[in-house]
């Protein structure tokens, strides 16, 4: 079964950038079999989609609030998705998961099959 590991959070002060990565955490399997999506959750809120990056990278999809500061990757060959993420605010302060499925990029989180534990993104001064 895929296992993906998030990695690159922390504490940032507004305006900061931090780079998220999603890597399967087992050898054998491969991320280019699977879009993957990016979702966050803050205390007290639902989860949201953040973004999403097809299969093959050639269709990427993303939330509002974030469209023109966070930029979703993917490298295959490494077997990584990347998020990168700029002039953060505060109220990027969240836990962000990476989730995968097989078939298309979404922001709901109900199409996803696998995910990841999270990593906590603080923005605060």
């Known amino acids: 079964q895929l296992q993906l590991v998030e990695s690159g959070g922390g504490l940032v002060q507004p305006g900061g950038s931090l780079r998220l990565s999603c890597a399967a955490s087992?050898?054998?399997?491969?991320?280019?079999?699977?879009?993957i999506g990016w979702f966050r959750q803050a205390p007290g809120k639902e989860r949201e989609g953040v973004s999403c990056?097809?299969?093959?990278?050639?269709?990427?999809a993303y939330a509002d609030s974030v469209k023109g500061r966070f930029t979703i990757s993917r490298d295959n060959a490494k077997n990584t998705v990347y998020l990168q993420m700029n002039s953060l605010k505060p109220e990027d302060t969240a836990v962000y998961y990476c989730?995968?499925?097989?078939?298309?990029?979404?922001?709901?989180?109900?199409?996803?099959?696998?995910w990841g534990q999270g990593t906590q993104v603080t923005v605060s001064s």
């Open positions: 989730a995968a499925n097989r078939f298309y990029c979404g922001l709901t989180s109900g199409g996803y099959d696998y």
């Open positions: 087992a050898s054998g399997f491969t991320l280019d079999y699977y879009a």
């Open positions: 990056i097809s299969r093959r990278g050639g269709s990427t």
